[in-house]
């Protein structure tokens, strides 16, 4: 095993440089950190590239048979490279996975669609949330949020290993859902919005969150088979979107 | 109106300590920005000591007619003085309100009480979905954020205006509820706990959400007269704590 000391080092200028999508895209990788994702990565038979740890005997408790190279660093390595406060001095660089890009045959079950959801916080909650819910499958639609991007990771919580993720056009996709009779759910107030607690527990649907600031877009409303509002007894104007989704969704599923 | 260019100004660097709660203690104050926050700020009758603004035309808009000194700045100021990559170019100066620290003669309606939730993201979004969902109060139990931290009060987006919070001992409050027989529910997974959408919608209730990472404190769990938990199909393990309070609340509320 390798003992790296220095910020200076090519390999540690890499793994910082993981940081930017740049980077990311160039060498086909992006990095994880602390233990919990590594964990799961393992869980999901993920290949790993590399692993950094500043303590060796914290693999031990790992099981850690992979083909990837091990690497020692100092905490020092370990506070220049994390994206957090307190980093927990583990680290695995795995390559990128491919986006499902095509439209599954099939669209059973639930499915979320986001309509421009930004900030990498929120889209990251959704997902885990998603996630527990269980979702089958969850579309970014118009997002520039890179889904590598190390705050939407981190706040995934290792949702990514498990529940599949879409790049798409909204369009397609709710033309799809149309098509095998799918209901779409839209989530804007409107004239002719039903409170989330009117639909029931529909077998299959698409439900469709929008933007943090702008709701979703006037093109993908125009679509929708029916829209859902939360009614608020008390004095916010609005939700956070990433708890709006989490009230609908686990309202949507049979439980 | 006097007009302000140097960050060196001592105004200046007293709105920018106002960042920590060494400052605003000492000063009695706090700083808020942005035009959504100074809106509701100015609808809930809040007295405001200064108001700081890059275009001063803006301020014809807000009816402005409090005894608050006004100036105006420089985009460089309000850019050393926002806590946000993207300042809106207005903010207002407020005294601290004095918490609640008494527990009420009636505790009617619906009440959140947070066990040690320690993000102030968390507990900003969690303080305006008890307002959206028509909450009556919430206790901060065992946190160690000060409610004006600016990234709270970014993310409560205005609802400590409208709702009442408290510091206080959550076993006080606990005992105080009991006395007037009104149900303290938990959120935990335990042998006894019961699926949260089971106990239907009562008139009155209290409902205790844990620390992040810990969860509810022992001391507290032993004290509830029900567990509550949301059943998960997914692989997810947790939700976070801000969503799952969204998910409890607006199932309890009667809607």
Known sequence: MEFLTS???QRVKDWKKLQTKKQRTRSNAYIIEGW???DEAFKSGKQFKEVMVVDPEDLDDLNF????EVFQITPEIAAHISDTKTPQGIFAVLPLDSYHEDIPDQLTGGWLLLDNVQDPGNLGTIIRTADAAGINGVVLGGS??????PKLIRSMQGSHFHISLYNGNLNEWILA?????VPVFGTEL???AKSYKE??????FALIMGNEGNGMSDET????DQNLYIPMKGNAESLNVAVAAGIVMFQLIKS
């Open 7 to 9: 910020n200076q080092n």
């Open 36 to 38: 919990h994702l590594i």
């Open 65 to 68: 048979n992979s083909e990837a």
């Open 144 to 149: 520039s949020v890179d889904i590598y991007n």
């Open 177 to 181: 859902f149309k098509q095998q009779q």
């Open 190 to 192: 409107n004239e002719e």
């Open 199 to 204: 639909v029931g527990h529909p077998e299959d």
């Open 221 to 224: 409303l125009a679509q929708t």
